[in-house]
């Protein structure tokens, strides 16, 4: 009987990857000694969900997707949590009537992991295996195992022991496991950002979480010296210097996906504190249709990609979620058939096909010879991190005037105030206008909680806030609550509210002559333009968030009076 044909020519039979990548990808195999498919995955060349249905098809199992699955608390507790991680296995459901266990696995035919599965159950268990992506396995094996009580454990070791030098004796491992498992922690949790903040006596670890910072546990102050120091070394960091600021970055394996942290310490009254930016490879890219636009956004920003060339500015305040939304757009517009370009400070997040440069003191480049430089590189379209200063705006400019599709970053509070922002830094209204394209403003809300949200009858005060009328507006409202599946918050993950100002022949007459912002508003108004806080109305409307958490991001006094806020169009 022939042999099936392998994965690399299973995924190339079925167009999912060239032969050119298929030659890469077997390099890269015999280098680092590792399966194919995971390298295939890697590189980028092959997304983690046709992995999984390639093989599934080619070996005859049945695969899961574990991002809709439930696991079986009965089938978690038969198999130890070491095994899990070890062999990289997800039991799902037991059945005890007929001693049959589902098992999800990133090779099916792995002897060793079935073997060791066998010896732990006993003979007379039948195991059937799924397929599952790697990186989802991992994910639910954190999920579901979770790192809560080992870091428990962890700690109580280190503080029994002294944490520091005057511990004997002491386990050479134990500082550096409870860092990785705080650092596993962070991300299991959804955390954008992890604190470790000394006080006078003890060492206080926080979570920002949807935007909020959250105490998460609270330490000996004779365990931050040893922390610090491991936390230091992963980042690349001097360990002898702690009276100044530093920058570093760490690179892990968490749950099976890339990660990289963000480090900045800074030195403080009561020791060095240090952030770690959390930066989840898998998060940092959402598609286009997910950003959670209403259709008219979406044909907004639909003429404003059209359009082969100008400068297209997404601004906000930091941590708006500009970058996502710009690395959507990239992903969207990459294609083999343009050279996209970007200019970082840092690179957040890479991205496959795309000429990601990072500028700093250590690359001797900032943003405005960067873009000299691209202009040498063929690109069509280039993204600019941020625009800053006179020297940066004028580059972005003058490659939008090129025919190039420019996207940067600005620092404004509305599409409004965009403009007198520009021209503040010094580009005359006459260039801006017929060379900037569209602005896009967007601010994070945090979403209620589906599982917990409380329905409550809508005050005369909150309809008044949401420019709404008193006949006719919802009777009721959606407020936070507090249940295990968000943590007690209320609130489970965010989501973006935005505003889309595409530019025509009418705006860019109005920027010529330097029209007031008012003015400006006032003309998109009558094409039927939506505010944020109009947006953020429609969230509140539909129970995606509160009254409360749209009046902590944006200003409601800025509705226009009710009857007329949601006149526009969703």
Not at 191 to 204: C, I, K, V, Y
């Amino acid at each position: 009987m022939n042999a099936p044909p392998s994965i690399g020519q299973t995924l190339l039979a079925a167009g999912l990857i060239s032969a050119d990548q298929l030659r890469i990808a077997l390099h890269e195999q015999r280098d680092h000694r590792q399966p194919l498919g995971p390298v295939l995955v890697r590189l980028g060349f092959v997304s983690e969900a046709a992995l999984r249905d390639a093989l599934a098809a080619r070996s005859g199992v049945p695969w899961v997707d574990l991002a809709a699955a439930l696991a079986d608390p009965d089938a978690i507790a038969r198999v130890p949590q070491a095994l899990a991680r070890r062999h990289r296995l997800l039991p799902l459901h037991y059945d005890a009537g007929h001693k049959r266990l589902i098992v999800a696995m990133a090779d099916a035919h792995d002897i060793v992991a079935l073997d060791r599965l066998r010896a732990e159950l006993g003979p007379d268990v039948h195991i059937e295996p799924r397929l599952a992506g790697e990186g989802e396995l991992g994910r639910a094996i954190e999920q579901h195992y979770g790192q809560a009580s080992s870091i428990e454990d962890l700690v109580r070791t280190l503080e029994q022991r002294g944490g520091t030098a005057g511990a004997s004796p002491r386990d050479p491992q134990l500082v550096v496991r409870l860092v990785d498992a705080l650092l596993a922690d962070a991300v299991s949790r959804g955390a954008s950002d992890l604190h470790f903040e000394p006080e006078a006596g003890f060492l206080r670890i926080r979570h920002r979480i949807d935007g909020a910072l959250r105490q998460v546990r609270a330490l000996h102050r004779a365990c931050w010296a040893e922390l610090a120091v491991r936390l230091k070394v992963l980042a690349g960091m001097d360990i002898a210097e702690s009276r100044s600021p530093q920058d570093g970055r760490i690179s892990l394996a968490v749950g099976g996906r890339a990660v990289d942290y963000r480090v900045a310490t800074q030195p403080t009254l009561h020791g060095e504190n240090i952030v770690l930016r959390i930066l989840d490879r898998d998060k940092g890219i959402v598609p286009l249709e997910a950003l959670g636009l209403t259709p008219a956004q979406a044909d907004d920003l639909g003429r404003i990609l059209a359009r082969p060339e100008g400068l297209v500015l997404v601004v906000g305040p930091t941590g708006s979620g500009k970058t996502t939304t710009l690395y959507s757009i990239l992903n969207h517009l990459s294609t083999e058939a343009v050279n996209v370009m970007t200019l970082e400070d840092p690179v957040e997040y890479p991205l496959a096909m795309i000429r990601q440069t990072q500028i700093g003191e250590a690359s001797r480049l900032d943003f405005a010879d960067g873009v000299r430089a691209l202009l040498r590189q063929d690109p069509d379209i280039i993204l600019i991190g941020e625009i800053r200063d006179a020297d940066t705006a004028t580059m972005a400019l003058r490659a939008a005037l090129t025919g190039h599709q420019v996207f940067a970053t600005l620092h404004a509070n509305s599409v409004f105030g965009a403009i007198p922002r520009l021209v503040e830094i010094g580009l005359a209204p006459e260039l801006l206008a017929g060379n900037l394209t569209g602005i896009l403003s967007q601010r994070l809300v945090r979403r209620l909680c589906p599982d917990c949200r409380a329905p409550a009858s809508a005050s005369a005060a909150d309809l008044d806030r949401l420019g709404l009328p008193p006949d006719g507006a919802p009777a009721v409202l959606y407020e936070a609550a507090g249940c295990p599946a968000c943590d007690f918050r209320g609130y489970r993950g965010r989501l973006a509210i935005a505003e889309i100002l595409p530019f025509d022949p009418d705006f860019d007459d109005l920027v010529a002559r330097r029209a007031h912002p008012a003015e400006l508003r006032a003309a998109a108004r009558r094409k039927g333009h939506r505010s944020l806080a109009e947006d953020g109305v429609r969230r509140v409307l539909d129970g995606s968030t509160s009254v409360s958490e749209l009046a902590r991001v944006v200003d409601l006094s800025t509705l226009v009076p009710a009857g007329s806020a949601l006149t526009g169009g969703a």
